[in-house]
T-cell receptor, first 115, second 117 residues
Framework: NAGVMQNPRHLVRRRGQEARLRCSPM?????VYWYRQLPEEGLKFMVY????????ESGMPKERFSAEFPKEGPSILRIQQVVRGDSAAYFC?????????????FGPGTRLTVT | AQTVTQSQPEMSVQEAETVTLSCTYD???????LFWYKQPPSRQMILVIR??????QNATENRFSVNFQKAAKSFSLKISDSQLGDAAMYFC??????????????FGTGTLLAVQP
């Protein structure tokens, strides 16, 4: 059973460009979470999605950031008009449910560098 | 709002020795869950151990154990017989019982553990 897949692993964008980060959850998992890790900091929750629905986006910046988890295909985190402060590692996690034993499994992360 | 605090940015331990990493948290909830995650240089997040707040017994996973003090809101991680492969960043995390409204984890800032041969 493949783990959580994220691609690309490394992404370089110039200021003003768009960044699209993809996350394929583990097979059978319908819950997806995105976290951001700024340099020298812990992970910060961004958004929690179930298939076709955003459940909690309380950690998402109000502008330029959006997320989706379509019925078919991976979850996408989109950052429009990137700025240097968006440089970070973005982690996706998935779970089969939201019970205590439903562990969140993390992907390897996408390291975004904005030049 | 819930917060998680790790007051030790860096720790060091000799191989085969025991080390304890500290974590405190703040919450007004009575039902919640606590976790320790390991992040090696590969940056992959790995779950080390979990604790349900309603359980008084401290969780144990092989060489890893916790000291959960609910009244003090403290959740420390003890690593026994430290090995070189234990060297990593360790994050303490909190998850509330949100009743389905969310399932987010709240992380501390991490403790970087070095293991000396």
């Amino acid at each position: 059973n493949a783990g959580v897949m994220q691609n690309p692993r490394h992404l370089v964008r110039r200021r003003g460009q768009e960044a699209r980060l993809r996350c394929s959850p583990m097979k059978g998992h319908s819950h997806v979470y995105w976290y951001r890790q700024l340099p020298e900091e812990g992970l910060k929750f961004m958004v929690y999605l179930q298939k076709e629905n955003i459940i909690d986006e309380s950690g998402m910046p109000k502008e330029r950031f959006s997320a989706e988890f379509p019925k078919e295909g991976p979850s996408i985190l989109r950052i429009q008009q990137v700025v240097r402060g968006d440089s970070a590692a973005y982690f996706c996690a998935s779970s089969i449910g939201i019970g205590i034993n439903d562990e969140q499994y993390f992907g390897p992360g996408t390291r975004l560098t904005v030049t | 709002a819930q917060t998680v605090t790790q007051s030790q940015p860096e720790m060091s331990v000799q191989e085969a020795e025991t080390v304890t990493l500290s974590c405190t948290y703040d919450t007004s909830e009575s039902d919640y869950y606590l976790f320790w995650y390991k992040q090696p240089p590969s940056r992959q997040m790995i779950l080390v151990i979990r604790q349900e707040a309603y359980k008084q017994q401290n969780a144990t996973e092989n060489r890893f154990s916790v000291n959960f003090q609910k009244a003090a809101k403290s959740f420390s991680l003890k690593i026994s017989d430290s090995q070189l492969g234990d060297a990593a960043m360790y994050f303490c995390a909190y998850r509330g019982n949100y009743g389905g409204a969310t399932n987010k984890l709240i992380f501390g800032t991490g403790t970087l553990l070095a293991v000396q041969p």
